[in-house]
């Protein structure tokens, strides 16, 4: 009897502390994701209740002529010849700003440098940079002649007369669309990305190249965000009112650090633009309410990392595909992601093993940084 009341005793504890353990692991998980719990939970609980989100898209439909006013911005610098009498495989967007030259130069001389591509991989792959205007006039003048410049070099830069500022990213979302519907519709993929994520353009285009084999449509893939409520902090950079959105969840979608889409998604997507309220200006929720339009959801991929950094480390880059918030790093990190002795670390068994442990290490431990999710190290 007093045995048995002791083994009931540790078994409870032992509940106990799994509980309190478990808890203290989603509090920690809820706090790092920079939110409010009530939200989540709310949000959470919706997804899970509701089986369509139509009602989003059907409240914010307006007519083409009013949607027009969005997206409706002239050319300053374009190049319509891009893609024409090429297998394109990749177009590339990258959101960029008139004074991000070094990242721009970067990004040409690393992952975005399309003779490369060309070269080791022998595939087309089209990168280009999407900007606007530079929101302060005295700088415009400037930087509006380094950029014809710059352009003349790179022959890259496409850019409108809207005002190149955070809450005019769904302009160049619209941008990245119409433009992709009008000179680069031959594409079998468009990703877009911000300019300071890394991109492991090996591993993608290998990744790539076996979707297009398999012929799969519907295709969008990145980290995804699964009811995500919206940020009603008025703090906070991505703050959006009650009245731009009512609701307190958004559709799924995948962070606009770096997401790709087929090329009957990004139509689809550029079709469903052309009839919404485009005032909402998180530019990948955008996006999510569009697809969500269509009848197109996203699917996760482990190694596209959302706002997340890769840790560094030979058996992540094998798998990597991209990363955020690089900017001085991207040649160190390319020289050493596509190094050869990368893909022999992992060979055989037991690097296999070597390289599971050494995943687990980095991605399954309690850790503060945003990174890749821990079942990417069974990958
Ligand atoms: C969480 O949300 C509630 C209502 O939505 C609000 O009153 C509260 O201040 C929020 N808490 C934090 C920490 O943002
Ligand atoms: C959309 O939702 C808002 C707020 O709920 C409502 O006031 C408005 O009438 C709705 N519009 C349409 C077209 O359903
Ligand atoms: C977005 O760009 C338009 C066109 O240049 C401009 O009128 C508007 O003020 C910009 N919006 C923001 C929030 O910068
Ligand atoms: C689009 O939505 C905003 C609110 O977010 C509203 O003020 C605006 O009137 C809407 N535009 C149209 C054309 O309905």
Request: one cysteine or more.
């Amino acid at each position: 009897m007093v045995v048995n009341f002791r083994r009931f005793r540790k078994c409870q504890v032992r509940q106990l502390m799994m509980t309190c353990f478990v808890i203290s692991a989603v509090m920690v998980y809820w706090e790092s994701s920079d939110s409010n719990l009530t939200n989540h939970v709310k949000s959470y609980s919706l997804r899970h209740l509701l089986s369509s989100l139509d009602f989003i898209s059907a409240n914010l439909t307006i007519s083409r002529g009013e949607a027009r006013r969005f997206s409706d911005h002239q050319y300053l610098i374009n190049h319509e010849q891009k893609c024409t009498n090429r297998d394109v495989l990749l177009l590339l967007f990258v959101k960029s700003s008139p004074e991000n030259f070094e990242r721009r130069q970067a990004i040409r001389s690393t992952w975005g440098n399309e003779a490369y591509i060309e070269r080791t991989l022998g595939v087309s792959v089209r990168v280009v940079f999407a900007l606007g205007l530079h929101p302060s006039p005295s700088q415009r003048k400037k930087l509006q002649e380094m950029l014809h410049q710059e352009d003349e070099k790179y022959n890259d830069l496409i850019q409108q007369d809207f005002l190149d500022t955070f809450h005019n990213l769904t302009i160049k979302l619209l941008l990245q669309l119409g433009w992709t519907h009008a000179y680069c519709s031959n594409a079998q993929f468009l990703m877009s990305a911000d300019d300071d994520i890394f991109v492991h353009m090996p591993n993608l285009i290998h990744y790539l190249q076996e979707v297009r084999r398999s012929g799969v449509k519907d295709f969008w893939v990145g980290k995804v965000h699964r009811g995500a409520p919206p940020i009603r902090r008025k703090d906070s950079k991505y703050y959006v009112s009650e009245e731009m959105y009512p609701w307190s969840m958004y559709p799924d979608y995948t962070p606009g650090a770096g997401y790709v889409v087929s090329k009957d998604v990004a139509a689809r997507v550029y079709e469903a633009s052309l009839t919404l309220n485009a005032s909402l200006y998180i530019d990948d929720v955008f996006m999510g309410i569009c697809a969500n339009a269509m009848g197109i959801s996203p699917q996760e991929h482990a190694f596209f990392s959302g706002e997340g950094r890769a840790p560094y480390h030979l058996c992540i880059y094998n798998q990597m595909m991209t990363s955020h918030g690089h900017v001085k790093d991207f040649h160190e990190l390319w020289r050493l992601a596509t190094d050869p002795e990368v893909q022999k670390v992992s060979l055989g068994l037991l690097g296999k093993l070597y390289c599971t442990v050494a995943k687990i290490r980095l991605l399954c431990v309690p850790q503060f940084q945003n990174t890749y999710p821990c079942r990417a190290a069974f990958l």
